[in-house]
Every structure is written in C-alpha cells, then in structure tokens.
C-alpha cells in the first residue's frame, strides 16, 4: 500500500512538471495527458504558508553626519633665532654678534662673510582644538516585514497563489 502511494506522489510530481513545462504532447501519451496537475494521493491538500521578508520604509529621521572629524593643532611660536654665516657656517645667538663677525673680518681683509641666513627656533605653544564640522540629512528608515509568499501543499508539493 505504501508503495502504491509513492508511486502515486511521484507521478503527480513528475505530471505537474511537465505541465509547467508545457511539454505534454512529446512525452506522454495522448490517454495521460492532464490539464491540471492534480495528485490523486492529495484529495484534501494540507497547506502550509511560505513566508518572504520583504523591506518597507518606517519613517524618516534626522542624522547628522561628520564631514570632518574633530582634531587638535600645535599652536607653533618662536622662541628665539640665530644668524649664520653662509660662507663658513659660523653661528651667532642675535645678529649684533654676526655685524661685529664680519667688521672684525673685514679689518683682516676677508670680505666673503656678507651673506647670512637666520635661524628660528620653533616649539609648541599651546594646542588650538577643531570641533567637528558637518552637518543634518533627512533620511528614510526601514523595517522588514514578512508576508506570505505563496502557499504549499505538504503532501505533493502543489504551490497556491496567495492574493495580496
């Protein structure tokens, strides 16, 4: 009896296949073809839902967002400079120093020591902070909702069209 049964279910799986398929008239024979797929076995179907999560907007929301992060910046100052001959590298703590270099220099007969460059001193002062800069979107939120896809039959598999 079991085995009657099967062969039945499997039968009406095979038919309702080919009846999707639309390939009736080449694979059965003219007595077995069915409009309908339906399984014998199957008399009173025994439905169960098929569910879908489907995504649908909730509302909408104000977001900030950050075009910028905050950081902080040194605040650079100068605490002190230095002159240096270019010619022979010599350094002098200010720049009287270096005029009294080159004028003792220049009495020798040495007149290279003319040009100079100065020399600062650089440290960290203090630290300037940045707030961080951005601004407001409206924006759209969702949710996920499950609906009924379709329905099934747990015996032969028959699927049903569930109106919406």
């Not at 199957?42 to 910028?68: F, L, P, R, S």
């Not at 220099?105 to 460059?117: I, S």
Request: contains cysteine.
């Amino acid at each position: 009896m079991k085995k009657n049964l099967w062969m039945k279910r499997a039968l009406c799986m095979f038919l309702s296949v080919v009846v999707s398929l639309g390939a009736t008239e080449n694979i059965l024979p003219q007595r077995m073809i069915v409009t309908e797929a339906k399984c014998s076995s199957c008399t009173h179907h025994h439905w169960k839902n098929i569910y879908g999560i489907k995504k649908v907007v909730a509302g909408m929301k104000e977001v900030w967002v950050v075009d910028q992060e905050a950081y902080d910046e040194d605040e650079i100052g100068t605490e002190g400079y230095a002159v240096r001959c270019k010619d022979c590298g010599r350094e002098f703590a200010n720049y009287d120093d270096y005029v009294e270099f080159v004028k003792e220099r220049g009495a020798a007969g040495d007149y290279a020591h003319g040009c100079y460059e100065v020399l600062l001193h650089f440290t960290v002062v203090g630290t300037i902070h940045h707030d961080e800069v951005g601004h407001w979107e409206t924006r759209r939120t969702y949710k996920t909702k499950k609906y009924v896809k379709y329905k099934k039959c747990t015996k032969c598999g028959r699927r049903k069209k569930v109106s919406r």
